[in-house]
């Protein structure tokens, strides 16, 4: 049976992936190993939403797990680097 790959994400559904905190989250994206969200308004003052690409979920959980094996950020960047992680944009995984 094939896995859904939804094609966008929500900030929730990234940090939920890889149980880690918002500010966290933000951390890796300045740090280079997610991409930048794309943002979305819905018309009010506080309506700004992030909509991250469907493969930021999976690469979220990977770098958690990256982490789990005691690695470092750099340690994570370098093999994202590589192309060793999920979602690597240059050869179009998702």
């Known amino acids: 049976m094939a896995r859904y790959a939804p094609k966008f994400a929500t900030t929730d559904e990234v940090s939920a992936a890889s149980g880690i905190s918002r500010v966290s989250l933000w951390r890796w994206v300045r740090l280079g190993l997610l991409p930048e969200p794309t943002r979305i308004s819905d018309g009010r003052a506080s309506g700004v939403r992030s909509r991250w690409p469907g493969w930021a979920v999976e690469r979220a959980a990977w770098i958690r ?4 094996e005691k690695l470092t950020l750099d340690e994570v960047a370098e093999l994202i680097r ?3 992680a999920p979602g690597d944009e240059t050869t179009g995984a998702s």
């Open 65 to 68: 797990a990256r982490r789990d």
């Open 82 to 84: 590589q192309g060793e």
